[in-house]
């Protein structure tokens, strides 16, 4: 399975390229964010077309997730458990859900297509929220994994968090004054880890980026960041065979201003190819 993640900033505006993309790259599942667009205007024909499924979460222009893939989509959710809610201005815990996540089960391995929130400021109530997500999504991964300890699942998508230095090369971005870089953030990012996921493309890929902004020539400087992300769980981790970031796809007519992450996985089991590759341990 061929399993990548895009913040396409808007289907309907690339939707061929996102097309073109999928099929040039074999990519058997595609988890999308930044839609834009409710359910009913999403552009299916392409996808169906090319020979892909999709299921869409969107609630108005903003946000949005979806997940295209050329195997049957199964027990689709669109939210995880426990995830909070936001509306500005909104006091208490029953705040209105976004359309940040969806998750389905494809060829046996779970897959949550996820657009964390931005946090927008270190002093903005959206900052919390972000915070808050983070924990909730923490919580679910691990009692999903102490449930099911075998279970290959691939939490993919825009996290908004370049989890150390050496993920943001933007001169703008400072911690103690930006978001994606701040402590409680990082913090954040590791308790996903701890809770049994591990970043599946970091061992193969150690340098690059995922993101550049469009203003003051970010991306011919390449003064971008990583926050595009692949986590997998141990079962999923043990397939990974290869990974690419796709960079060429930053360039060209109206590009989002994030690239592809595409993992390889040999889902059949060391007992079906024992000489398959042992790249993580």
């Given amino acids: 399975m061929r399993l990548a993640t895009w913040n396409v900033n808007s289907i309907r505006a690339r939707v061929v390229r996102t097309v073109e993309f999928a099929v040039r790259e ?20 392409p996808f169906e077309d090319a020979g892909y499924h999709v299921v869409a979460h ?11 893939s050329r195997e049957p989509i199964e027990d689709v959710e669109l939210a995880f458990p426990g995830m909070p809610g936001f509306q500005k201005g909104h006091v208490g815990a029953d705040a209105p859900q976004e359309a940040r996540a969806i998750g389905a089960t494809i060829g046996g391995v779970k897959v949550w297509s996820l657009y964390v929130p931005n946090g927008r400021s270190l002093d903005d109530p959206h900052y919390l929220y972000k915070l808050d997500w983070l924990a909730a999504l923490s919580a ?9 300890p075998d279970l290959a699942l691939a939490l993919v998508g825009d996290f908004n968090i370049a989890p150390t230095d050496a993920d943001n090369g933007d001169p703008t971005v400072v911690e103690g004054a930006s978001t994606h870089v701040s402590p ?15 970043d599946v493309v970091r061992p193969l890929i150690p340098t690059g980026f995922t993101y550049w902004d469009y203003k003051q020539l970010r991306f011919p400087r ?3 960041m990583r926050i595009d992300f692949v986590l997998g769980s141990h079962a999923l981790a043990e397939a990974v065979t290869g990974a690419e970031i796709h960079r060429n796809e930053r360039k060209g007519e109206i590009p989002s201003d994030h690239v592809p992450v595409v993992v390889d996985l040999d889902l059949s089991g060391p007992d079906d190819d ?6 993580f341990g």
């Fill in 140 to 148: 679910y991964t691990r009692d999903t994994l102490t449930a099911q």
């Fill in 58 to 68: 969107g609630l108005n222009q903003w946000n949005g997730v979806a997940i295209a």
């Fill in 26 to 45: 074999h990519i058997d599942v595609l988890a999308m964010q930044e839609i834009k667009c409710k359910p009913e205007q999403f552009p299916y024909a």
């Fill in 184 to 198: 409680p953030e990082r913090e954040a990012f590791q308790a996903l880890e701890a809770a049994g996921l591990q």
């Fill in 222 to 224: 390449n003064e971008g």
């Fill in 274 to 279: 024992d000489d398959r590759p042992m790249i």
